[in-house]
Nanobody, 124 residues
């Protein structure tokens, strides 16, 4: 089970920190990712981190502004979002790779476990 928290309303230029709490499965040995789905848009990749935390990947649109991290002792994966823009408005989803000890990927099809999402709204 994956549960996201930390969403909310923020002005452009502001920051938010999303957190994903995992339980019930071997998430500490899975690549974890964040995806988002804006109004009328398809779900898109935002960021991912390997099970060990030694590799990360970001969508071009968030590179330099967002940082993904994880704490395997706490079974949490966070997404620090800075310099937020109105176009970052979306429902943000935490996801876990279907396999264990896998390479990092931005392919949505590889992620088999999903949270319910948390809304992030960035006002102009």
């Amino acid at each position: 089970q994956l549960v996201e928290s930390g969403g909310g309303l923020v002005q452009a230029g502001g920051s938010l920190r999303l957190s994903c709490a995992a339980s019930g499965r071997t998430f500490s040995i899975r690549t974890m990712g964040w995806f988002r789905q804006g109004p009328g848009k398809e779900r898109e990749f935002v960021a991912a981190i390997t099970w060990s935390g030694d590799d990360t990947k970001y969508a071009y649109s968030v590179k330099g502004r967002f940082t993904i991290s994880r704490d395997n002792a706490k079974n949490t994966t966070d997404l620090q979002m800075n310099s937020l823009k109105p176009e970052d408005t979306a429902v943000y989803y935490c996801a876990a790779d279907g396999g264990t000890y896998t390479r990092i990927t931005d392919d949505r099809r590889a992620y088999k476990h999903w949270g319910q999402g948390t809304q992030v709204t960035v006002s102009p």
